[in-house]
C-alpha cells in the first residue's frame, strides 16, 4: 500500500490534534518513509531487544515501516541523544537501515477504538464512553456488579497481569467503571466526581495515594504493560485499511518480579 496513503489514513483516525499539549511527541519520530509498505512491526516500545529480534527472524531488511505506541524520541533528537548514547547509537542506526519509525501515543489514547476502548472491552464493559472532563478515559458498567476485592482480581486477570495496587476506600461494591491505561492516575477525581465506583490507572506516586484514601475512593493501580493491548488493536485497524499488510507484532516487554 502506498505509504503516505496509509499514514493519512492513520492520522485521520487518531489525529495529532487530539495529543496532549504537556509533552507528547507522537507523530514521525526518525527515518523517511518508502514509497509502499508491505511488511509493519508493531510494539509498545522500540528499543535494542526489538532490533535484535527483528535481526534474528531475518525481517530487518524486509520492513516497511515501524509503529510504537510510546514514542521512540520522547523529545527532540538532540536532546535526546545528547544525554542517552544507547539512544543516540541505536538512532543511528535505524538512520542507517532507513527504516521509519512512527508513534500513536496520547492520540491513540483518546481517539475512537484506541488504547482506552480497547482496555474496556478486554474487561467487558456496558455502555461505554468518554468521561466528560477527561475525553482520553472511558468509563462503562459492569454486567454484574462485584466486591471490590473481586474486581481487582478480575480486572488483573482481564488485562492480563500479575500484580496490581489497590486503593480500597470507596464503596465495597463495585459496578460502574473508570479507566485510562498507563500513568493516568490524576483523573481519579474526574471519576469520582462523575460517579464511578472504581477508577484503573497506573504509576500513582504516593501523594496520589494519599489523596485517594483521603476522598474515600476506589483506585486501582495496574503495571503500565496493559498497554499491550496496543500492538493487536493496531493490527486490527490496519488490517481493517489494508487487508494484504503483513504485520508483525513484538510483544517482548515483560512485568518486573514482585520481591
Known amino acids: 500500500m ?13 489525529p ?5 499539549k504537556y509533552g507528547d511527541f507522537s507523530g514521525h519520530q526518525i527515518g523517511k518513509i ?3 509498505t508491505r511488511t509493519v512491526v508493531l510494539c509498545l516500545d522500540f528499543d535494542e531487544e ?4 527483528m535481526e534474528k ?3 530487518l531488511y524486509k520492513t516497511d515501516l515501524i509503529i510504537t505506541h510510546h514514542p521512540f524520541i520522547y523529545g527532540t533528537f538532540k536532546e535526546v541523544t545528547s544525554v542517552d548514547n544507547n539512544k543516540l547509537i541505536l538512532a543511528t542506526k535505524m538512520l542507517e537501515l532507513n527504516i521509519p519509525i512512527y508513534s500513536f ?6 481517539g475512537k477504538d484506541g488504547m482506552n476502548d480497547a482496555l474496556t472491552e478486554k474487561l467487558e464493559l456496558e455502555d461505554v464512553r468518554a468521561l466528560n472532563l477527561d475525553p482520553m478515559a472511558r468509563g462503562g458498567r459492569l454486567k454484574n456488579p462485584m466486591n471490590i476485592y473481586d474486581f481487582a482480581e478480575y480486572a488483573k486477570n482481564k488485562l492480563n497481569v500479575t500484580y496490581g495496587i489497590l486503593l480500597p476506600y470507596g464503596k465495597e461494591m463495585v459496578e460502574k467503571v473508570a ?5 493516568g492516575w490524576r483523573s481519579y477525581m474526574i471519576a469520582k466526581n462523575e460517579d464511578y465506583d472504581v477508577f484503573i490507572s497506573g504509576d500513582i506516586p504516593h501523594h496520589g495515594r ?3 484514601i483521603t476522598n474515600k475512593y476506589n483506585y486501582l493501580d495496574l503495571p503500565h504493560e496493559i498497554e499491550r493491548v496496543f500492538m493487536y488493536q493496531f493490527k486490527k485497524i490496519l488490517l481493517e485499511i489494508e487487508p494484504t499488510l503483513n504485520i508483525i507484532i513484538y510483544d517482548h516487554e515483560v512485568l518486573p518480579e514482585i520481591v
Do not use: A, P
Open 2 to 14: 502506498n505509504t503516505k496513503k496509509l499514514l493519512r489514513k492513520l492520522f485521520k483516525r487518531f
Open 50 to 53: 526489538v532490533l535484535s529480534l
Open 179 to 183: 479507566i485510562v491505561g498507563g500513568g
Open 57 to 59: 527472524d531475518n525481517i
Open 34 to 36: 518508502k514509497d509502499d
Open 210 to 212: 494519599r489523596g485517594v
Open 105 to 110: 501515543h496520547t492520540n491513540f489514547d483518546e
Open 16 to 20: 495529532l490534534s487530539i495529543s496532549r
